[in-house]
Every structure is written in C-alpha cells, then in structure tokens.
C-alpha cells in the first residue's frame, strides 16, 4: 500500500504540490491523473526518494523508501525510460538490478521473457532501443524484485496498440494477485480500462479522488438540444441548475428523466439526453481540470 499524507513541496516562488494526500490500496490498480504540469512526476519523485519533500510523507508499506533495505524486493518504479543507461546492454542493466538485489542469475531471464525481449534484442546496447523497447526493458527492472507496489509514470509511452494491451493485462494480473500499482498516463481510455481507482491532480492540488465507478457516477446527467438557452431557462424555473458541458450541452445533477420531462413540458426537441458517466473519463477529466489549467494559464 502507498500512504500519501499532507505532501507539499515547494521551490522558489512556486508550489508544485501543495498538500496531497491519497492512498493507492493493494489488489487495485489506482490511476493518477492530471494535466502536464499538474504535480503527478514530482509526487512520484517524493515517493521514491528522488526528490524531497518540503513537508508531509509518502510511504510504502508504512515506511519511506529511504527507510527501506532492499528497495527493489518491494517497490518496482519505472519513471523515465529513457534515463536507462544507453551504454549498456538491456540484459546488463537487469543484471545489475539482479546482484543488486541478491536475486538468482535467471530471475533476468525470466524478466525478458515477461517482457518479450528476444536474446538478440538483450545484447543490444540500449541506444539502440526503440521507446516501446525501453519500456519493456523498464518495466522488467521494476518486476525483477517481485515487489508488492509498482510505481509507474507513463509505461505505455513508446508501445504499439499490441504492446499497450500486454501492459494493461500485465498490471491487471499484478493487481489481481495482491499488487498495489499507482498508474499514471496521459491515456486515459487505458486508465479507464484498468483502474480500480481514481486520483485527479491539478496545479498541485488533488481535485477529486475515489472509486472509478463513484466518480464516473458523479458526472451527473448530459443533455443537448438546438435551444440551450430556452431549456436551461426551463430546468431553473424547476430550480435545476446546470453549468456548459461543451458543443452545446449542458450538465446538471438532476435525474435523466426529471430533465426529460421538463424539456417535454417546454415544448423542447432533445438531441441527447443520458448519465453523463457515458461520457467516460475524458470528460470527467477535462471537467474537474479546467479551473485548475485556467489558474495555470493565467499564473
């Protein structure tokens, strides 16, 4: 498990994140989102020891990284690809992980064989890897431990629809069997399709988090129609409010068939009308991060 609590790091004149707190769970995949900027890579950072925090703590298993022995046997990260050592082979750099670790010689060719790299592709100096390539090396070096949490900014970057299917069936497996995986990506229909969990940042604050279900469920009722000014006039003479949702739709918590009902009384021809957690997570996305990209824009 990963308890972050009250997590704050600030640099000259900027708060990059300001007061964070969420726990990833084991047994579920817990996607972190948020726009470019939003803070998600430096809280990752913090976790494992990377970057300091200026107040507040992340830990894993009730400790910090710092504090663990063998990192490695326990938290599997994979931040930066490409920050691997061109250099070296990709079976030289798991076999580093491997001593390191005091894990048995074939642990690393187990891992390329998880991953899907060939003998000849091992032998290859890292340079000479594609994206999708690093990221398969990467993600065997943060499985070669066999850890209990896996840390993972952006793994499907570089990866082939085939490839982003393996990864999503792979942390799925990891979940299932007890794992605690913190995800964040800028795909969200893959996060929508694995996670369990949701945890939204923005301009380095958390702005929503919970269930994947509660907070799609929470999107309320999306209604369109050619006359949004007459029917938004309508639902507030019901004392129903609702707030521009894009391209002529409009957003309320209102029930799908109160809203129905009072379009039909004003005479009022819908083009669209249902739960608005139909929408999926993009929208749910783009919704709970607009005033913060806003703020952003304006800073």
């Known amino acids: 498990m990963i308890t972050v609590e009250a997590l704050t790091k600030k640099y000259a004149g900027f708060t990059a994140v300001d007061d964070v707190s ?12 948020g726009p470019n900027g939003a803070g998600k890579s430096t809280t990752m950072r913090i976790m494992v020891g990377l970057t300091p925090p200026t107040s507040g703590s992340a830990t894993v298993s ?24 061109a250099g070296r ?3 030289e750099i798991l076999t580093i992980s491997q001593r390191t670790m005091g894990l048995p010689r074939q642990r690393v060719d187990e891992m390329l064989e998880l991953v899907s790299l060939t003998e000849r592709e091992a032998g290859r100096r890292v340079r000479n890897y594609s ?18 949490v896996l840390i993972l900014d952006e793994p499907a970057n570089g ?7 393996w990864m999503r069936d792979l942390l799925r497996g990891y979940a299932n069997r007890g794992g ?29 988090q919970g269930t994947k279900a509660d907070l799609l469920a929470a999107a309320g009722t999306l ?12 639902l507030f003479a019901s004392g129903i409010i609702t707030s521009p949702s894009g391209d002529g739709a409009l957003r309320t918590d209102a029930d799908p068939a109160l809203v129905g009902k009072i379009a039909l009384e004003a005479g009022l021809a819908l083009t669209e009308l249902r739960s608005a957690d139909g929408a999926g997570l993009e929208e749910m996305f783009l919704e709970l991060t607009a005033d913060t990209q806003r703020e952003g824009a304006a800073a």
């Open 22 to 33: 969420f726990t990833a769970r084991a047994g579920r995949v817990t996607g972190f989102l």
């Open 62 to 85: 009730g400790r910090s990284f710092a504090d663990l022995p063998n990192p490695g046997l326990e938290v599997g990260v994979l931040l930066d690809a490409s920050a691997q050592h």
């Open 89 to 91: 082979t990709g079976r």
């Open 131 to 148: 994206l999708g390539m690093r990221q398969r090396l990467g993600i065997a070096n943060a499985l070669i431990g066999d850890p209990e």
């Open 159 to 165: 990866l082939d629809p085939a490839g982003i299917r």
């Open 180 to 208: 605690t995986v913190l995800l964040s990506s800028h795909l969200l229909h893959e996060i929508e399709v694995i996670a369990d969990d949701l945890v939204v940042i923005g301009n380095g604050r958390i702005v929503a």
């Open 223 to 234: 209604v369109r129609t050619a006359d949004v000014l007459e029917l938004e006039r309508a």
